[in-house]
């Protein structure tokens, strides 16, 4: 039995066309990635999967239950962190998992012993007893992964976890989805951040304006860009100038600049290589650094969508930032 099956599915807000007819299946134990800018479609699409919002046509199955007909037997079999999901702020961490596993109808014992486990998983059973409102955001997205958590459920979907968070926590997250994932449980993550997805995946779905434009494990996708091959060089001088006359030696393709290097686009590194160290002496340049790199997820990432990380990073800073202005309005 699959964990997930999607069968054309269809989300339409008003007039608006948020997924297209998207199909694919996520096996038990997977650790599966959805992969798209902000808008892609990715948040409809674990939303209709949960049971959040009702689809406007397409068959959505979630470890064998019907989620349209039956959406509290799915809820029963998964555990589900949004975005914007956070416990309960004036309780303990300690009573937030009390109160989480009251609803999930554990024992007292068994509500225990759960949250003694994941407190001590995640890092935060010596401030167990603490009231969550003084924990940074790294620390209270721990404790809703807890709550997620504590009824044991075969399922976790996880949507941006690591959103806005320090590098330490995103860090410790990370290395607990994984161990969660090798004890059997099946994760769907759905996230913007192209280096998450390549380390944690098993399989990545990308999305594009609500449509499914590619589905494979990292190392297929990545093999997907292999005709475009990159040198990255940096030279002792930077400018506009120098970076328009490489982009003309006639082995480069194309060039792209990132930070202080210039990645140069070819189908011959060898020769490419070459060229640059010939240019860069006729252009009386010295070569500070200079290397062949492998095809990477995001190459394949920006051939399939024409956004590149950089662009993913700052269209989440306008839509947290658009967030927060609805917040202080209250819209």
Known sequence: MDAISVDKLTKYYDDFLAVDQISFK?????????????GAG?????RTLTGLLKPTSGNLRVMGTDVTTNPVGVKRQIGVISE????????????????AGSLHELS???????AENLLKLLGIYDRRHEKVEHFSKGLRKRVTIAIALI???????????TVGLDVQ???MIRGVLRRLNEEGTTIFLTTHYIEEADTLCDRIGIIKKGKLVAIA?????????????????SFDIHSAAIEEKVSHVPTVVKTEKRGDKLRLYTHNTSTAVKD??????EEGLEIVYIQTLSPTLEDAFVKLTGFSSLDLERMERIGQSRKKKMQMTGG
């Open 276 to 281: 640059v160290c010939q240019f860069a002496k």
């Open 26 to 38: 996520v096996q038990q134990g997977e650790f599966f990635g959805l992969l798209g800018p902000n």
């Open 108 to 114: 007292k014992s068994e509500r225990e012993m759960q």
């Open 42 to 46: 990715k948040t409809t699409t674990i």
């Open 151 to 161: 009824h044991e459920p075969p399922l976790l979907f996880l949507d941006e976890p």
């Open 84 to 99: 914007s999901a956070s416990p309960y702020l004036e309780m303990s961490a300690w009573n937030n998992l009390m109160f």
């Open 169 to 171: 926590s995103a860090r």
């Open 217 to 233: 494990p990292p190392e297929e996708l990545k093999a997907t860009n292999n005709q475009e091959k990159v040198v990255e060089v």
